[in-house]
């Protein structure tokens, strides 16, 4: 039954639709009664909550995103340490300039003071593990050396002057790496390896007369 | 069943009968607020329940679902749910509608969504489902649970009544 006359009769605004509905109850119910429609947002609220209800549907793809998302994260964070990381040269420049400026700042220069390297040299002997290539070079005069302690191990400081400037020479048995020039506050670094022995050269000298002086030690 | 095949499934079969499942609901808790909580509750009942459904109409499924809810929250509420004398039995007792029947004029027709809500829930559950729902008697009596010569003379019964308190409005 789909009350079609009911329904035309509606439409038209026929005065007969009355009698007619007398007649036929269900053509009232279906053309007068009220037909409730979900309200909006009523689908809406049952799929958020279904899909609450379905994790298990979730779970692969979920994971896989979030796998992706650790993956990334963790590739950026280890990225961003790898580049941030302080070079160990670098940081080992930083010791050493610290040294040089400790050593200055402080009474404590010298432990042996002396211009011959003759002295120098046997004063290390029980006092270090290793004994230091002591030099003595040209137009850079010797004021004597000092026991330091550098990178977790103790360490030769050996001292050399240019009018009033100083040069600290600290060297330590090492593997060989990598030699750097390096400048921090205004101090001027230069390191090499040799004879299973690293050295660092640190002064206020200027760049040139240390290279100078670093190439005349090594001869 | 793999969960998102069942939700494709259940947006195809089932979903599309939300305002069938609202419409039930609102007749026969004759509120707004609580039909659209038991039709949620219904959706989500529905959707773990979805296996049943087994190939029948998603409709006529959905329908019981809610009707359940319904019935399960009217009774906590208290209200009388269950028919407390066997219609069939007493069916004798209904008469069609009288042929002195007041003429139904605009302000009875007016009137007929009060009658409606004021019917009992056992006549207004199945005059609902025949006759906004137009399901089959068939498929009324699966979705009550009672036998379908039961809905037949609740049916009757509804009919009856629903007269009787048009015409008793007219006057």
Same mark, same amino acid.
């Given at each position: &039954?789909?009350?079609?006359? =009911? /329904?035309?009769?509606? %439409?038209?605004?026929?005065?007969?639709?009355?009698?007619? *509905? !007398?007649?036929?109850?269900?053509? &009232?119910?279906?053309?007068? =009664? /009220?037909?409730?429609? %979900?309200?909006?947002?009523?689908?809406?609220?049952?799929? *958020? !909550?279904?899909?609450?209800?379905?994790?298990?549907?979730?779970?692969? /793809?979920?994971?896989?995103?979030?796998?992706?998302?650790?993956?990334?994260?963790? *590739?950026?964070?280890?990225?961003?340490?790898?580049?941030?990381?302080?070079?160990?040269?670098?940081?080992?420049?930083?010791?050493?300039?610290?040294?040089?400026?400790?050593?200055?700042?402080?009474?404590?220069?010298?432990?042996?003071?002396?211009?011959?390297?003759?002295?120098?040299?046997?004063?290390?002997?029980?006092?270090?593990?290793?004994?230091?290539?002591?030099?003595?070079?040209?137009?850079?005069?010797?004021?004597?050396?000092?026991?330091?302690?550098?990178?977790?191990?103790?360490?030769?400081?050996?001292?050399?002057?240019?009018?009033?400037?100083?040069?600290?020479?600290?060297?330590?048995?090492?593997?060989?790496?990598?030699?750097?020039?390096?400048?921090?506050?205004?101090?001027?670094?230069?390191?090499?390896?040799?004879?299973?022995?690293?050295?660092?050269?640190?002064?206020?000298?200027?760049?040139?007369?240390?290279?100078?002086?670093?190439?005349?030690?090594?001869? | 069943?793999?969960?998102?095949?069942?939700?494709?499934?259940?947006?195809?079969?089932?979903?599309?009968?939300?305002?069938?499942?609202?419409?039930?609901?609102?007749?026969?808790?004759?509120?707004?607020?609580?039909?659209?909580?038991?039709?949620?509750?219904?959706?989500?009942?529905?959707?773990?329940?979805?296996?049943?459904?087994?190939?029948?109409?998603?409709?006529?499924?959905?329908?019981?679902?809610?009707?359940?809810?319904?019935?399960?929250?009217?009774?906590?509420?208290?209200?009388?749910?269950?028919?407390?004398?066997?219609?069939?039995?007493?069916?004798?007792?209904?008469?069609?509608?009288?042929?002195?029947?007041?003429?139904?004029?605009?302000?009875?027709?007016?009137?007929?969504?009060?009658?409606?809500?004021?019917?009992?829930?056992?006549?207004?559950?199945?005059?609902?489902?025949?006759?906004?729902?137009?399901?089959?008697?068939?498929?009324?009596?699966?979705?009550?649970?009672?036998?379908?010569?039961?809905?037949?003379?609740?049916?009757?019964?509804?009919?009856?009544?629903?007269?009787?308190?048009?015409?008793?409005?007219?006057?």
């Amino acid at each position: &039954m789909n009350c079609e006359i =009911a /329904r035309a009769m509606m %439409a038209n605004n026929d005065p007969g639709l009355a009698e007619h *509905l !007398r007649s036929c109850q269900s053509c &009232m119910i279906r053309t007068h =009664a /009220r037909y409730y429609e %979900a309200p909006a947002g009523l689908e809406e609220k049952i799929r *958020l !909550r279904l899909r609450k209800e379905a994790p298990a549907a979730l779970p692969w /793809r979920w994971m896989a995103i979030a796998a992706s998302v650790l993956l990334v994260a963790s *590739l950026t964070w280890n990225l961003s340490m790898l580049r941030s990381r302080v070079d160990p040269e670098q940081a080992l420049a930083s010791d050493v300039v610290s040294a040089h400026i400790r050593s200055l700042a402080g009474t404590h220069l010298l432990d042996v003071p002396s211009s011959d390297h003759h002295t120098v040299k046997p004063w290390f002997n029980g006092k270090l593990d290793f004994s230091p290539a002591v030099k003595d070079v040209d137009g850079f005069p010797m004021l004597g050396g000092r026991l330091e302690y550098l990178e977790g191990h103790p360490a030769a400081a050996l001292v050399y002057s240019r009018r009033n400037h100083t040069i600290n020479v600290f060297t330590w048995p090492s593997a060989p790496g990598k030699g750097v020039e390096e400048t921090q506050n205004g101090y001027h670094a230069e390191s090499w390896y040799s004879d299973g022995m690293a050295f660092w050269a640190v002064t206020d000298l200027n760049e040139e007369e240390l290279r100078q002086f670093v190439a005349l030690y090594r001869k | 069943m793999d969960s998102e095949r069942k939700q494709a499934l259940f947006e195809q079969t089932v979903m599309p009968h939300l305002n069938a499942a609202y419409n039930l609901a609102r007749w026969l808790t004759r509120n707004a607020d609580d039909a659209e909580d038991l039709v949620q509750e219904a959706f989500l009942r529905a959707f773990r329940s979805f296996e049943t459904l087994q190939g029948q109409d998603g409709r006529a499924w959905l329908l019981a679902v809610v009707r359940n809810t319904c019935f399960t929250w009217l009774k906590k509420k208290g209200e009388r749910t269950a028919v407390e004398f066997d219609e069939q039995m007493h069916s004798g007792t209904d008469e069609a509608p009288s042929a002195e029947a007041v003429l139904l004029n605009e302000a009875a027709l007016g009137s007929l969504q009060g009658c409606l809500e004021g019917l009992p829930l056992e006549f207004r559950e199945v005059m609902i489902m025949r006759e906004l729902e137009e399901l089959s008697y068939k498929e009324i009596s699966e979705i009550s649970r009672v036998p379908i010569g039961t809905v037949m003379s609740r049916l009757a019964r509804g009919r009856k009544r629903l007269q009787q308190c048009l015409e008793g409005a007219l006057r």
